[in-house]
């Protein structure tokens, strides 16, 4: 099972999807006013204590998702086909958690519309983009295995 690199680069992803739903995403900062809004993976916080929680579980969700469709790819090794189905299944996915992702601050600095204020993205954005390159190379992986198993049957 973990001795096909795709298994290990399916685990590195769930890795990366667990660290992403700890930390922050997107910082805006009002030095002059003393606010600070934080888009976390599945609340928006404010340092005035208010946090808002829907849109931004949505995705958290996406990233439990991906979690668990990588760990469920990871066990039914035997199954090329549905392997493949899977793998591009989470990348749609992380595709759209990136586009969720570029969308709410856009929309959040659209709410707070602070003058004076600067904002940008932590490292917890850049890390389903890691995840889809990644998972990118696990369905090539996939797709090779399948090519030679085939390729050995005619034998």
């Not at 991906?66 to 090329?80: E, G, M, Q």
């Not at 992986?141 to 085939?150: A, E, P």
Request: with cysteine.
């Amino acid at each position: 099972m973990l001795q096909r690199i795709q298994s290990l680069v399916l685990g590195l992803i769930i890795v990366l999807m667990i660290v992403f739903l700890n930390l922050p995403l997107w910082e805006e900062t009002n030095l002059e006013k003393g606010i600070q809004f934080t888009i976390m993976a599945y609340a928006l916080k404010s340092s005035w204590g208010l946090k808002a929680i829907f849109p931004y579980v949505c995705s958290a969700a996406c990233a439990c998702i991906v979690l668990f469709l990588a760990l469920y790819t990871i066990v039914v090794h035997n199954n090329r086909p549905l392997q493949g189905i899977l793998v591009v299944t989470i990348i749609s996915v992380l595709i759209g958690l990136n586009a969720c992702l570029l969308l709410l601050p856009y929309k959040v600095g659209q709410l707070a519309s602070m003058q004076g204020s600067w904002s940008n993205y932590k490292i917890g954005a850049f890390l389903p983009i890691v995840s889809a390159v990644l998972s990118i190379f696990v369905l090539l992986r996939i797709q090779k295995d399948h090519r030679l198993v085939n390729d050995n049957s005619l034998r």
